[in-house]
């Protein structure tokens, strides 16, 4: 069964720093990763996803993931941190029931002024 | 504009008193999920559906049901609520292959008293 963890529950960087929000996986097959965003009292935007074409991700909001197998990991990051990307940020893959997202818990960024 | 629309947005409820909550999607797709959203457990899949007249039991099923009697349309019924059912719901939907990527819609934040 595939599942993924997310490290961290919460993290913190300064505004122009660099963010960068942890996701491994664990898949028996070729994976499909993705990453959501969640904004305050909205439902999920899609951010970007791995299909097994490239593995360096861009998405929107200037993100983008690297995918990693070696390291089973698809980290996801952004070069400069603007205050408009305070959320909860997802990741998942595909493996639920018929297809569906098996989620990670979550990581609350917060940006500091 | 493509979307999937939930109703209600909120909703709060006293233990067993049976409710529904909609969701439609407007992309003709054939795969429908709900989920539920709970702090510190990200999102775990409650029910899915492939396509009219087939749905299938995900991670969290007890307690609810579903139904699909039209291609746009997959209610979530809560027969006899219970405060543990106390949740953030989203429906979501995609063409037929989760590598395509979800839709989401905005969510209904259920309390159960």
């Known amino acids: 069964a595939q599942s993924v963890t997310q490290l961290g529950s919460h993290v913190s960087v300064s505004e122009g720093a660099l963010v960068l929000l942890r996701c491994n996986y664990s898949s028996s097959v070729p994976p499909y990763l993705f990453w959501y965003v969640q904004y305050p009292n909205q439902g999920l935007q899609l951010l970007l996803k791995?299909?097994?074409?490239?593995?360096l991700v861009k998405g929107i909001n200037g993100f983008e993931a690297e995918f990693k197998k070696s390291e089973t990991s698809f980290h996801l990051t952004k070069p400069s941190a603007h205050m408009s990307d305070a959320a909860e940020y997802f990741c998942a893959v595909l493996g639920g029931g018929a297809d569906g997202l098996t989620f990670g818990k979550g990581t609350h960024l917060i940006i500091q002024p | 504009e493509a979307q999937v629309t939930q109703n209600p947005r909120y909703l709060i409820t006293v233990t067993g008193k049976k409710l529904t909550v909609t969701c439609s999607q407007n992309m003709n797709h054939e795969y429908m999920s709900w989920y539920r959203q709970d702090p510190g457990l990200g999102l775990r899949q409650i029910y899915y559906s492939m396509n009219v007249e087939v749905t299938d039991k995900g991670d969290v099923p007890e307690g609810y049901k579903v139904s699909r009697k039209e291609k746009r349309n997959f209610p979530l019924i809560l027969e006899s609520p219970s405060p543990n059912q106390t949740s953030l719901y989203f429906c979501?939907?995609?063409?037929?292959?989760?590598?395509?990527?979800?839709?989401f819609g905005s969510g209904t934040r259920l309390t159960v008293v």
């Open positions: 979501a939907s995609t063409p037929g292959q989760g590598a395509l990527g979800y839709t």
């Open positions: 791995y299909t097994s074409a490239a593995t």
